[in-house]
């Protein structure tokens, strides 16, 4: 049976690795797709105490229009900024890989 040198050790932790930053990258993937859109108005009827504290939708259509596009950008926002969380996670998670595989392929060289 073969043993373990320092090189396969290492090639196994940046692998572990490299799978729970990748994971963690699909947790912001998935987070960054159930960003609500919310204009910040009071349910009809008020659903808690706290959302009775929520100003009630104008009645201005106008001012409605200009509600719902200023929830649809801090939507947007947000999930972007998740978004970008998550790319970075996974460019760490594509280094970590490769370099556990590199390791791996010298394991045998050791």
């Known amino acids: 049976m073969k043993c373990l040198n320092i090189a396969g050790i290492a090639s196994i932790s940046l692998a572990v690795a490299g799978l729970a930053v990748g994971l963690s990258a699909a947790y912001y993937w998935w987070k960054a797709s159930k960003v609500e859109t919310d204009p910040g108005w009071s349910g009809d009827p ?38 970008k969380t998550a790319a970075c996670l996974t460019a ?5 890989s490769a370099l556990s595989s590199v390791l791996g392929a010298l394991a045998g060289c050791f």
């Open 92 to 96: 760490v998670a594509v280094l970590l």
């Open 46 to 83: 008020s659903q808690s105490a706290a959302d009775a504290l929520r100003p009630i939708r104008p009645p201005d259509s106008q001012l409605s229009q200009e509600g719902w596009l200023m929830a649809v950008l801090t939507a947007a926002r947000e999930s972007a900024r998740l978004n």
